[in-house]
């Protein structure tokens, strides 16, 4: 049920987070209709959470999101039903599932066991992240972690994630486990096998963004205004092109348009007038400004 205490914190709107974004978007990966998929991201969920016995499950989130996707589908599957409650630790809202109902916890462990687990570890990731995961602001470091209070849930996972080919690091913070990764790359790859690609692009395309104003403020000695006008409109046709190969790969583009693109990439720093100079065919500045458009035109299609 939730709680209308402490009506204070309820002023203004937040900007939602980095973090739980991607989680917004995993969990909307998760409504399959594959029911065996749905029972493995609860799993994820339930098995990384706060506590998971016949005695007491207890589920704790800052996404309301997430615990409502555990109440529906706990419902869906078992009939059960689940409530929630909502406190506040250091001013920040804590949503929280305690059920300590031995008949309907046992079931409900029983169902999330049945699956196998060997066929659903990307369905189990993605909760387990939902659940336990956190990531950085891509624009002020590239880091995600797994964290638990519990070190052989924490190893056990670490060692899915190694069968899948992610090298995660583990340390220990006072009382967390925590395994975590810090390579741009590495993390794109991993938010894409869990479900979150928009989030994986956006990574990609902070990056692109903070390698193009490093170059240009390395190389080019000029009025402030010009040199951010030029990192926007190239960061921007960036992330065109970019988009394009992630969703509708590289051949969707002709000929001049692959060579313009692979020019772009390959020279995030150049105007468009030092650009045109180095294609293989005559073109203006106009005309490959134009042409960027028609990029920008396909990636929205």
Known sequence: MKNKNNKKYNKGVRKISFSNNIKLEILKSCKDNNIKKNISCLYGLLYFSSSLDINK????????????????NIYIYLKIKLEYKIIYIRNKKIYIINSENKS?????????????????????????????????EPQNKYYLEFSHENKYLIKQLQSYLDNKNFNFK???????????????????????????????LEIMNTKVYKDIRNKINRLVNC???NINKTILASSNQIKYINKIIKTKGFSFLD?????IAL?????????????????????SKSGLNHKFRKIKTLSEL
Do not use: H
Request: proline share 1%; aromatic share 8%.
């Open 255 to 259: 000929s001049d348009l692959r060579e």
């Open 57 to 72: 499950i207890e589920v704790k989130s800052n996404l309301e999101s997430t615990i409502k996707y555990i109440i529906n």
């Open 104 to 136: 309907n916890n046992s079931k409900i462990i029983d169902c999330i066991f049945s699956i196998n687990k060997k066929n659903y570890v990307a369905e189990i990731i993605k909760g387990a992240f939902v659940i336990s995961g956190n990531i950085s």
């Open 170 to 200: 583990y340390k220990k913070i006072n009382n967390k486990n925590i395994i975590y990764m810090t390579n741009s790359n590495s993390i794109e790859d991993f938010l894409t096998y869990i479900g979150a690609s928009n989030s994986s």
């Open 263 to 283: 020019k772009r990439l390959d020279n995030p720093e150049m105007s468009l007038e030092e650009l045109s100079k180095i294609l293989s065919f005559k073109i």
């Open 223 to 225: 009025e402030t205004s």
